[in-house]
């Protein structure tokens, strides 16, 4: 299996793909492509995170960056402590969702957004050309409070009063990853109640690290067990956030961006940006606002770089990453959880009431193992197939329908190819999907 090298960043498989000189050479690219300056540099609990921590360190300090380490934090905390102290960009030790086999090296700008692609291919192309700087070499700072000042920018954007939050009961997994040293700082500074499952920052996950339905039975359960309002559940780098209602009944990954979306439309109307494969919701509830919704490429780089260039007041992907930009340009838990739960307040209604208030569709989501020589084939086949849709191919192929729509796409952080479809039932969205998967011959 190869490294995976995307705007995402870089993730391979600890000890096969990715070894410490694998993580030196990178961050030093990326150090010498800043022409050294400030960084700084985070990592999640995944056990092997300390090794690729010191090797991306020895990088940056070999390119002439001073590098300031935050410890274990969030991927938004680091893009928060770039923009709040001047940094010059900023290395995250993460494989987000991939399963604890893997690690990797996430990039971020000097306004804490992941790099664009020309920018990500330089930093891949500069890795094999490098010696140490022999003119200046870096120094080593350590910063232990860049999760607390995170959780205070969460704090200050809050917009309903906290009395209203106050006792509300809470179950929040954060799957012995990043989000369990500050998520419950945040929530017990809203006035909320906290049940933490999977709360100790050890990197042994306790179930597949990917907050999707069939991962979470045990937040449902302790949902209900505690007569809590609202379970989250975290990823291990706390970027994306998945719900649970208060039935216990999983509400999704598309939904956390929807009600966000929801609750900032409401105070602070204006544009939203979302990718091709995000729920249609948002469409629904932009144009409810009479608001315009800019679609992008998956990755959040892209839906950050689309955020600034057209004002956007909220933004984010169906995976369940929010984008505050009050906050940051980076995926946020700590914004999600914020704006979910102040929409609850403001609502004064369970959250399985509000959740189905709003348009429902069905969605299909695959993730195929396809040959990576196939995958252009394929993609080009659907687009050629349907080109009266009018297709759009900026990010392999979405195809929009009168029942609903798929989106077939080759995926930055695993060797795999995605296919998620959205149409007004299941048996619509899955026959959408069969019919484009029978054209690329997949």
Not at 245 to 269: C, F, I, K, M, N
Not at 318 to 346: E, K, W
Request: with cysteine; proline share 5%.
């Amino acid at each position: 299996m190869s490294l995976m090298i995307s705007v995402s960043g870089v993730r391979g498989i600890v000890g096969q793909t990715l070894t410490p000189a694998v993580a030196l050479e990178f961050a030093q690219a990326y150090g010498a492509l800043l022409e050294g300056g400030r960084v700084v540099l985070g990592r999640d609990t995944r056990p092997s995170g300390a090794m690729f921590e010191s090797a991306a360190a020895a990088g940056l300090l070999a390119a002439g960056c001073d590098v300031t380490q935050l410890g274990v934090v969030t991927t938004p905390t680091v893009g928060h402590a770039i923009r709040q102290g001047g940094y010059a960009g900023g290395v995250v030790i993460t494989a987000s969702h991939n399963p604890a086999p893997w690690n990797g090296l996430k990039f971020l700008d000097e306004l804490g957004v992941a790099p664009d692609p020309a920018r990500a291919r330089r930093i891949a192309d500069l890795r094999h050309d490098l010696a140490p700087r022999t003119d200046r070499f870096g120094t080593l700072a350590h910063d232990p409070d860049a999760g607390l000042r995170h959780v205070e920018a969460v704090l200050a954007a809050c917009e309903v009063d906290r009395a209203k939050l106050r006792g509300l009961r809470v179950v929040l997994d954060s799957v012995n990853g990043a989000g369990c040293r500050h998520t419950p700082r945040l929530l017990e500074a809203l006035g909320c109640r906290v049940t933490h499952l999977n709360a100790e920052p050890s990197g042994r996950f306790a179930h597949p690290p990917e907050p999707l339905r069939e991962n979470l039975g045990d937040l449902g359960a302790a949902v209900r067990a505690n007569g809590a309002a609202i379970g989250l559940a975290q990823d291990p780098d706390a970027d994306r956030l998945a719900l649970v209602d208060e039935l216990g009944q999983y509400v999704g990954e598309e939904y956390t961006l929807a009600l966000a979306v929801l609750w900032v439309l409401s105070r602070r109307p204006g544009p939203v940006a979302a990718n091709l494969s995000t729920s249609r919701m948002i469409d629904d509830i932009a144009a409810r606002h009479g608001v315009r919704v800019w679609r992008t490429p998956v990755g959040e780089a892209h839906v950050a770089r689309c955020m600034l260039a057209n004002g956007c007041v909220i933004g984010g992907e169906g995976n369940g990453g929010v984008i505050d930009p009050r906050v940051g340009y980076v995926r946020d838990s700590f914004s999600a959880i914020s704006l979910v739960l102040q929409l609850l307040a403001d609502r004064g209604r369970p959250l399985s009431q509000i959740v189905g208030e709003l348009p429902r569709y069905a969605s299909v989501k695959q993730k195929l193992e396809v040959p990576a020589d196939r995958i252009a084939g394929a993609i080009s086949a659907v687009a050629q197939a349907f080109a009266d849709r009018r297709p759009n191919t900026a990010d392999g192929v979405r195809v929009d329908f009168d029942e609903g729509w798929v989106h077939l796409r080759a995926s930055n952080t695993e060797p795999i190819v995605r296919v998620i479809a959205e149409a007004g039932s299941d048996a619509q969205a899955h026959t959408l999907v069969d019919r484009v998967r029978a054209v690329a011959g997949l």
